[in-house]
């Protein structure tokens, strides 16, 4: 099946940190409203007139969304971003966004370091992936597909070198939503998560 080229375009920033488990992403909550009301998310959002630049393709044009949002939403400035991954909606998603998410260093990154916009995040934390998956197989974080399948690509990799160096291809996730008696499940090429109880858990597809 062929993909829309018309939707419109998203870019996300999957901001990394040293720690002494390796290192942390940066996750912050949205306000139960808007889009992923209550989730738990990667700073981003949608493409805007101005980050687009004649002659460049989508993938530019989400890079500078990404981040410009990082720092509209928590103050961070980040440069040379690495692609990771793009997104495709499924066709049942009542809001489709084909978005794309980028891998950044943020070394300097400190808590006392974060502007939080009060309008866009409710709440922020830096996080390893692993911890970050804990919490919402615990129930306590809403995760949205996409971001927890990349939570659980990262738990790979041990430093934050080592994960930016795995980036500079975009691996694309067409979603599917198949429904069965186990309940709800997202299939991509090669892959299944299954999300009808917690935890949640990756299969073959």
């Given amino acids: 099946m062929s993909e829309p080229d018309d939707l419109p375009v998203a870019g996300t920033a999957v901001l ?18 808007g889009s992923f009301p209550g989730a738990w998310v990667f700073p981003g959002g ?12 989508e993938q530019d044009h989400a890079r500078r969304a990404a981040v410009r949002e990082t720092f509209e939403e928590v103050g961070l400035v980040i440069t040379d971003p690495v692609v ?14 084909r978005t794309w998410f980028f891998l950044a260093d943020a070394p300097d990154a400190q808590d006392s370091a974060l502007r939080i916009s009060a309008d866009e995040v409710v ?5 390893t992936p692993a911890d ?20 659980h690509q990262l738990t790979r990799f041990e430093s934050t070198e080592e994960a930016l160096s795995a980036g500079g291809v975009a691996r694309h996730f067409s979603t599917r939503v198949v429904e069965s008696d186990l309940g709800t499940a997202f299939e991509w090429e090669g892959l299944r998560l299954e999300t009808g109880s917690l935890p949640w858990r990756i299969v073959p597809s």
Avoid at 84 to 97: D, G, L, T
Avoid at 132 to 151: D, Q, Y
């Fill in 46 to 57: 949608k493409v805007e007139q101005h980050d687009r630049r004649d002659g460049d393709d």
């Fill in 132 to 151: 970050a998956l804990r919490k919402h197989s615990a129930g306590e974080w809403m995760l949205f597909p996409p971001t927890w399948v990349t939570l």
């Fill in 16 to 33: 990394l940190r040293a720690a002494e488990r390796g290192f942390e992403v940066l996750m912050m909550r949205r306000p139960d409203r």
């Fill in 123 to 127: 709440d922020a934390a830096w996080v």
């Fill in 84 to 97: 990771v991954s793009r997104w495709q909606p499924p066709v049942e998603a009542p809001v489709r966004i």
